[in-house]
Structures are given as C-alpha cells and as structure tokens.
C-alpha cells in the first residue's frame, strides 16, 4: 500500500510481469509489482503436471537472463519453469508484492489509483499484465447446463489418472488439446474432438522454427511485403508424447458435438453417446476486469491500443495478453519486445510530465 505515488504499478507477476521488471528497473524507475499468486510462477503454477515446452530452453528464455538447459537435455518442463521465474525475480530484485489481488484501477489528478484486497496504491502510471489465464473459455453448446458428468477446463486439468477408465471428450484442436488426450488416451477410452481438422507441424519443427516464422511474418508485415509461413503459433508441436498418441493411432478427431444430454452428447449426425467427462481446450480470454472501471475494456473485451499503450488512458499500458498487446508477447521469448516498448514508453512518458 503506498501514499506517495509510484512511478509505476505492474499488476501481475507472472512472465510478463517480471519481464517488464526488468526493463523498469534499467530505467531505474520507481516501481512495484502486485501479484495474486502466492508465490512466483504465474499461469504456470496451474499447468498440467506433464506440461513441457515445445521449444528448446534457449528459445524460453526472458530478458537478460537464459532458462537453464534440462538435465536430460529434453524442453523444460513445468516445475522447470517455474523455478525458473522465481530465481529470475530474485536474480534481479524485482519488487513484487504477493498475494495482492487488484479490484480495480480509477483516475485522480495525479494518475492511477489501483485498489486491492490489501489497500490503495498510488502511481503515475499502470502497466497490466494478468495475462489470460484466469478468464478459461468455454464455448456455448446446447444443453450445456444440463450435463451431470464432469466438465474441467485445461486451465484445471492435472493428470490423466483423475479420468481412468472412464469416457472423455477432449474438446479443442491446439497444443493443449493434443497433448492432453495424448496422455488421456492411454488410461480412458477418449475422443478428441474438434470444430476445424487440427493443423500438425512437421516432426522436425518446434516453438523454435514457429517463432522465427511468425517474427519473419511481423516483420513483413510492417515492410509491406507478402511471406506465407509453413506454420503459425496455433498449430501443433510433434512433441514425443504427440508423436506416441499418433503411432498407436488415437490422434484422430470428430467434429463437434451439435448438443449436451443430461449424461452425455448427441453428435451431428443424431448419435447419442453417453459420456462421463469432457475436458475444455479451447483457451482463454484477456484478464482484464480490474480495468472495466476505466471504460477501456472494449465488447471484443480487449482494450484498444497504439502498440502497448491504451489509447483512451494515456497512463495505462498492456503486456503479454497475444498479439493485439504486442507480438507474440504472451509468450516466454516474445514478450521481450513488448516489456521493453512498454517500459521505454513509461519511461519517456514519465520525463516528459
């Protein structure tokens, strides 16, 4: 809680956060970091127990400093990570204050005033980065309310033994969907189970040869040229436990369900199939509830911005919620370049008043 106004206020610790920590500390700017978590590792904290990144550590690294190759040589797992992001932020004393969970942000003459469970903060300026993790979405379906069986999005999903022996529907065609029904497939009789044919990434690719591709796109983008990438962030990694799903011929889809029944779904073609679980990989939407109170938040439900920067607050900034707040910023590698935009613009901002 502070009386005299902050430089800045981050609000989230996660990846994004600390990334931006650390270029507002090379600014030497008065800061702090609220964080809801109650200890280091944001969104990761919540991932599955067999999360692995599907890039080498090198290519998962945040400003400054590299995420340690694994022992076994293989892409870093979860708890990797996360200890990862801890020892980033001790590593360079990012001020973060946890847990500290943000109701909302409002306007006073001098700038920001954000309210928490543990009091008022004062500060010129704001930089969001909640990131997407706690807005899990799932689609409308009929009959959804009806269901009695178990409905888990991936954002809660854990491990595969919570589902044995039962019938799951794995919903969803990204990363997320195929790796959870990878693992599903072997202890439950599952179904995966799709709007649009999945898109499969060559064995040889990985996060690696995605994110060149899409930074050879940003970059013709802005150079007003044409380039076609083989691939996007979207499609999805030859992990080895993708790979294994694929050779004992599991990793096959069905298009989308058209409605619920109170113990099961009916397929499009008028089947009915009882089933007992069905797990949501069809991801996630912009954190931002704390900023409703600005009148920022558009109905798409993401804040309308001039690279980071809010257009209709000049003090508030956003990083790391995807592309539309900075490319590939909701990434461990991409979100370098909005933190740093981010805290130059902060920066210059902060001179100039």
Same mark, same amino acid.
């Given at each position: %809680?502070?009386?005299?106004?902050?430089?800045?206020? #981050?609000?989230?610790?996660?990846?994004? $956060?600390?990334?931006? *920590?650390?270029?507002?500390?090379?600014?030497?700017?008065?800061?702090?970091?609220?964080? !809801?978590?109650?200890?280091?590792?944001?969104?990761?904290?919540?991932?599955?127990?067999?999360?692995?990144?599907?890039?080498?550590?090198?290519?998962?690294?945040?400003?400054?400093?590299?995420?340690?190759?694994?022992?076994? *040589?293989?892409?870093?797992?979860?708890?990797?990570?996360?200890?990862?992001?801890?020892?980033?932020?001790?590593?360079?004393?990012?001020?973060?204050?946890?847990?500290?969970?943000?109701?909302?942000?409002?306007? @006073?003459?001098?700038?920001?005033?954000?309210?928490?469970?543990?009091?008022?903060?004062?500060?010129?300026?704001?930089?969001?980065?909640?990131?997407?993790?706690?807005?899990?979405?799932?689609?409308?379906?009929?009959?959804?309310?009806?269901?009695?069986?178990?409905?888990?999005?991936?954002?809660?999903?854990?491990?595969?033994?919570?589902?044995?022996?039962?019938?799951?529907? #794995?919903? $969803?065609?990204?990363?997320? &969907?195929?790796?959870?029904?990878?693992? /599903?497939?072997?202890?439950?009789?599952?179904?995966? /189970?799709?709007?649009?044919?999945?898109?499969?990434?060559?064995?040889?690719?990985? $996060?690696?040869?995605?994110?060149?591709?899409? @930074?050879?796109?940003? +970059?013709?983008?802005?150079?007003?040229?044409?380039?076609?990438?083989?691939?996007?962030?979207?499609?999805?990694?030859?992990?080895?436990? #993708?790979?294994?799903?694929?050779?004992?011929?599991?990793?096959?889809?069905?298009? %989308?369900?058209?409605?619920?029944?109170?113990?099961?779904?009916?397929?499009?073609?008028?089947?009915?199939?009882?089933?007992?679980?069905?797990?949501?990989?069809?991801?996630?939407?912009?954190?931002?509830?704390?900023?409703?109170?600005?009148?920022?938040?558009?109905?798409?439900?993401?804040?309308? @911005?001039? *690279?980071?920067? =809010?257009?209709?607050?000049?003090?508030?900034?956003?990083?790391?919620?995807?592309?539309?707040?900075?490319?590939?910023?909701?990434?461990?590698? &991409?979100? %370098?370049?909005?933190? !740093?935009?981010?805290? =130059?613009?902060?920066?210059?901002?902060? +001179?100039?008043?």
């Amino acid at each position: %809680m502070t009386s005299k106004p902050l430089d800045v206020l #981050v609000i989230g610790g996660g990846q994004a $956060g600390l990334a931006t *920590g650390y270029f507002l500390r090379r600014h030497k700017l008065d800061y702090r970091v609220l964080d !809801r978590e109650p200890a280091p590792g944001g969104a990761w904290r919540h991932g599955w127990d067999s999360l692995q990144l599907f890039s080498p550590a090198q290519w998962s690294s945040l400003p400054g400093w590299q995420l340690p190759q694994t022992a076994d *040589g293989e892409w870093p797992r979860r708890d990797e990570v996360i200890d990862y992001l801890s020892a980033y932020q001790d590593r360079y004393q990012i001020p973060v204050e946890r847990p500290v969970t943000v109701e909302q942000v409002t306007r @006073t003459d001098g700038g920001l005033a954000v309210h928490t469970d543990k009091g008022l903060y004062h500060a010129r300026t704001v930089i969001s980065a909640t990131g997407t993790w706690s807005q899990p979405f799932i689609p409308q379906v009929e009959g959804l309310a009806l269901f009695r069986g178990r409905q888990v999005h991936s954002a809660h999903y854990r491990r595969p033994e919570d589902f044995a022996g039962q019938r799951v529907l #794995v919903v $969803g065609g990204g990363n997320s &969907g195929a790796q959870i029904l990878a693992e /599903v497939s072997q202890v439950a009789d599952a179904t995966w /189970v799709t709007r649009d044919p999945p898109k499969f990434l060559p064995d040889d690719m990985d $996060g690696r040869s995605l994110f060149e591709m899409a @930074t050879e796109k940003w +970059k013709a983008e802005q150079e007003g040229r044409e380039y076609t990438p083989a691939g996007t962030l979207a499609d999805i990694v030859m992990v080895p436990a #993708v790979r294994e799903a694929r050779e004992r011929g599991v990793l096959t889809t069905r298009p %989308m369900f058209a409605r619920f029944t109170t113990g099961g779904v009916v397929w499009p073609d008028g089947e009915e199939e009882a089933v007992d679980a069905v797990i949501w990989c069809t991801g996630f939407r912009p954190a931002l509830g704390h900023l409703e109170s600005l009148g920022v938040v558009e109905e798409n439900g993401r804040v309308l @911005t001039d *690279g980071t920067r =809010s257009v209709k607050e000049p003090r508030l900034w956003l990083v790391g919620y995807g592309d539309w707040s900075g490319f590939a910023s909701a990434t461990l590698l &991409g979100v %370098m370049r909005s933190a !740093r935009a981010a805290a =130059s613009e902060v920066n210059d901002y902060l +001179k100039e008043s």
